[in-house]
């Protein structure tokens, strides 16, 4: 494609959008995918979570493997339910030393996640609140570790399509972050000292493709 082909195609684009009637909040409340029941999909969903470590940063790492479904009532979200599973022997983080020390394999074992033992974490929603168009408060039941404690989730809904271009079927696109204390659930290496915060920020990044 030449210049003046892409020129007369932006010029085409922005005539368009500049024609387009201004879109209201009001309307802004509708969400074009329909209700149904949809699958996360792992290749576009991330879980990531950070520590204080010493006070002088947050150490980051992520778990690679996740699965979950979304009931979603398109009129009344609200009405919608997610149940999420994860298994924490996925756990990554980028200790540069594999050669000398596997990280991963230490944060899974009986120190810190005890995966052999609790081999899966799950997070099942309890009550959803729309606090906007696009936002919400997500409260549920986090299971991990042997032990039930209830999480709020602090959810944006990033975009929904009525038809998901490439996969054909409705999507539902989100963002979501929540707090936790992992003495709360008995991860309690390093406390009360301060070398490992207990405070633990998760940050999700979740898409979810309506089933065919």
Same mark, same amino acid.
């Given at each position: 494609?030449?210049?003046?082909?892409?020129?007369?195609?932006?010029?085409?684009? #922005?005539?368009?959008?500049?024609?387009?009637?201004?879109?209201?909040?009001?309307?802004?409340?509708?969400?074009?995918?329909?209700?149904?029941?949809?699958?996360?999909?792992?290749?576009? !969903? &991330?879980?990531?979570?950070?520590?204080?470590?010493? #006070?002088?940063?947050?150490?980051?790492?992520?778990?690679?493997? !996740?699965?979950?479904? $979304?009931?979603?009532?398109?009129?009344?979200?609200?009405?919608?339910?997610?149940?999420?599973?994860?298994?924490?022997?996925?756990?990554?983080?980028?200790?540069?030393?594999?050669?000398?020390?596997?990280?991963?394999?230490?944060?899974?074992?009986?120190?810190?996640?005890?995966?052999?033992?609790?081999?899966?974490?799950?997070?099942? &929603?309890?009550?959803?609140?729309?606090?906007?168009? !696009?936002?919400?408060?997500?409260?549920?039941? $986090?299971?991990?570790?042997?032990?039930?404690?209830?999480?709020?989730?602090?959810?944006?809904?990033?975009?929904? $399509?009525?038809?998901?271009?490439?996969?054909?079927?409705?999507?539902?696109?989100?963002?979501?972050?929540?707090?936790?204390?992992?003495?709360?659930?008995?991860?309690?290496?390093?406390?009360?000292?301060?070398?490992?915060?207990? !405070?633990?920020?998760?940050?999700?990044?979740?898409?979810?493709?309506?089933?065919?």
């Amino acid at each position: 494609m030449t210049f003046r082909t892409l020129t007369a195609v932006a010029l085409a684009m #922005g005539m368009t959008l500049a024609a387009a009637p201004a879109v209201h909040a009001a309307d802004a409340t509708a969400i074009a995918a329909p209700s149904g029941v949809y699958d996360l999909d792992p290749t576009h !969903t &991330s879980v990531t979570w950070k520590v204080s470590h010493f #006070g002088l940063s947050n150490y980051t790492a992520r778990f690679a493997r !996740t699965e979950g479904s $979304l009931t979603f009532d398109a009129a009344k979200p609200e009405n919608s339910k997610v149940v999420v599973t994860i298994d924490p022997a996925s756990v990554r983080t980028d200790y540069p030393y594999k050669d000398k020390k596997d990280f991963d394999a230490e944060l899974a074992g009986d120190k810190f996640f005890n995966a052999a033992a609790f081999p899966k974490i799950s997070f099942t &929603s309890t009550k959803i609140e729309r606090t906007s168009a !696009t936002t919400g408060r997500i409260t549920g039941t $986090l299971e991990f570790m042997g032990k039930s404690q209830p999480l709020v989730l602090e959810a944006v809904l990033n975009g929904a $399509l009525a038809q998901h271009p490439m996969r054909k079927v409705g999507a539902l696109g989100f963002s979501a972050t929540t707090q936790l204390k992992r003495s709360d659930f008995g991860v309690a290496a390093f406390l009360p000292a301060a070398v490992v915060g207990d !405070t633990v920020t998760v940050m999700i990044e979740a898409e979810f493709l309506q089933q065919n």
